[in-house]
Every structure is written in structure tokens, then in C-alpha cells.
């Protein structure tokens, strides 16, 4: 294995240690209040991780948009991850190569990077709005971490077609 390899492997490594507080830690607060006669009163206040969000969008019988979610943020970055293992393992073979134009294929319908910008605008939006805040938790600094990671993995690695299909 190359030692550019190595470091894609390293890397996977890290963005799904980064992936799953990614997931599981609040990413947004919002905090929406109102003033009535001289007094603030909270309207709302909400705090969701990703799959929190997943769970209530489903709860809420917004089925479709959870499994968007579920699919794209969750779903295609593990089974990314999950198959650089066999992808170097068969590194000089047509199949190893197969499933590395295949995870080339699923990277660009991976919506990581998307939700964390997404998220950036809507903490923006937010600041704009004067009876609404909101706060980026920690949650959304470990998924923008797991996007620049996962990407520099993927970047990193190399694999040559086999030598039948040059």
C-alpha cells in the first residue's frame, strides 16, 4: 500500500470518529422570542442534532425529507467509509477499482457538505432576524470537520485502473 493510501486510510479513520458526534451532538439552536409590553417572552427555543432531526421529521410524518436525510447524510458518508477497506484491498484488481468508481459515483450525491453549508446559512438567516437567534452547537463544527476530512481522504487516495481496462 502507498503511503498516500495509507494517509486516505488514516483520514477515513478520523472523519468517522468526527461523523458520529457529527450526528449525535446538538448542531443548532434556535430561539425565537417575542416582546409584549417591555417583556421578552420565548416563543421557542429548539435544539436538534442530526439525527434528532431525522427522529422528529419522521415523528412529524415528514417522512420523505427524514429519509433525505437519513440517505444522504448518514447512509452514503458510512458506506463511503465502509468501502475503502475492500477498494484497497483489491487495489490491482477490476473489482477494487469497480467499487472506487463507485464511491467516486456516491460522493457527489452525498449531501455532508451541502447540510453543513446549509446549516451555516440558516445560523446566518438567523442573526439577521431580531426576534430570532441562533447558535451553532457543537454538533456542526465535528460534521464541517467530517466534510473537510472525508474529502481530503478521498482526494488523497489513488487507484489505477487495472491493466485490461487501460
Known amino acids: 500500500m502507498t503511503a498516500r493510501n495509507r494517509l486516505a486510510l488514516l483520514l ?8 458520529w458526534p457529527g450526528l449525535t451532538e446538538p448542531v443548532l439552536t434556535i430561539r425565537a422570542t417575542m416582546e409584549i409590553f417591555g417583556n421578552v417572552r420565548e416563543l421557542s427555543n429548539e435544539t436538534r442534532s442530526v439525527l434528532g432531526a431525522v427522529r422528529t421529521l419522521h415523528d412529524g410524518g415528514n417522512n420523505f425529507v427524514a429519509g433525505l436525510i437519513l440517505l444522504f447524510s448518514v447512509l452514503v458518508p458510512i458506506t463511503k467509509a ?55 452547537g457543537r454538533g456542526f ?26
Open 82 to 136: 465502509a468501502l475503502l477497506v475492500p477498494m484497497l484491498a483489491w487495489r490491482h484488481e477490476a473489482r477494487g477499482y469497480r467499487l472506487y468508481t463507485f464511491v467516486r459515483a456516491i460522493s457527489k450525491w452525498s449531501m455532508a457538505d451541502v447540510f453543513a453549508v446549509g446549516m451555516l446559512i440558516a445560523l446566518l438567516a438567523a442573526k439577521g432576524t431580531a426576534n430570532l437567534e441562533a447558535v451553532a
Open 12 to 19: 477515513t479513520v478520523v472523519s468517522l470518529a468526527l461523523l
Open 141 to 166: 463544527y465535528f460534521f464541517a470537520a467530517y466534510c473537510l476530512v472525508s474529502n481530503a481522504a478521498f482526494q488523497a487516495l489513488r487507484l489505477e485502473p487495472p491493466a485490461a481496462t487501460r
